[in-house]
């Protein structure tokens, strides 16, 4: 069953194949019913959060906010946990073209993030940006969450931030404002648009796949 994710044209989440994604979604949250209250913290967490993060990729980002809050209330004081959930509560609201409400998680979970998680809260603040068509702040934070990934080192995660700070450049470009760097990429370019699916390793390299039933659903790697 077809559970992936890939982009559209703003570099946003869409399922591959919406119907069974759905499904693989309502299955979530069945599990989570049966769960009840005597679950543990963690399984309940990473439930809500991949709900709420499937329900942004189904554009039901009113009910995404609702499951993602959930999460972020018993995410604790884990670092980490805090800032994928406000990563993923800020894409709600982005997702929904509301920058405003979007903005202050965006910036929480960038001040929040540990060393591993940086890049992934720069790459999102710079997304963000872009819709606010702020396009210099983009760069630069595109540019520092590129440095970052290429420290670590994975392929598919610079292959994103390269993807992304194209886009950036195209879009700053179009409105006649000039880019601050001119660097260039070397090596195969990124895939883009429709038919770039994603790994199964969730957007915050942890809880990317959550499953029951034998139903998953994937996050991208962004």
Partial sequence: MSTEVTYDDRLRMVPVDSERY??????????LER????????????????????LVV???C???????????????????????????LADAHRYADDFDRAEPLNLEALDLAPARLRDFALQHLAKLR????????????L?????????????????STELTLRR???????????????????????????????????????AGRASGAGHAVRRGRE
Wanted: aromatic content about 4%; proline content about 5%.
């Fill in 22 to 31: 759905a499904a693989a979604v309502e299955q979530m949250k069945a599990d």
């Fill in 35 to 54: 769960l009840g209250g005597a679950a543990e913290p963690s399984a309940v967490f990473k439930l809500l959060r991949a709900i709420g993060s499937g």
């Fill in 58 to 60: 189904l554009r039901a």
């Fill in 62 to 88: 009113g009910e995404a906010v609702s499951y993602l809050e959930r999460a972020l209330a018993v995410a604790g004081d884990d670092p980490g946990r805090r800032t994928a959930v406000l990563i993923n």
């Fill in 130 to 141: 872009i819709d606010q068509k702020r396009f210099r702040e983009a760069e630069l934070l």
């Fill in 143 to 159: 540019l520092e969450a590129l440095e970052r990934r290429r420290a670590k080192g994975d392929a598919e995660l610079i292959s």
């Fill in 168 to 206: 950036c450049r195209r879009e700053s470009a179009m409105r006649g404002l000039p880019a601050r760097s001119s660097e260039t990429f070397t090596g195969n370019p990124p895939p883009t648009g429709a038919g770039w699916r994603t790994s199964p390793t969730g957007s915050t390299g942890s």
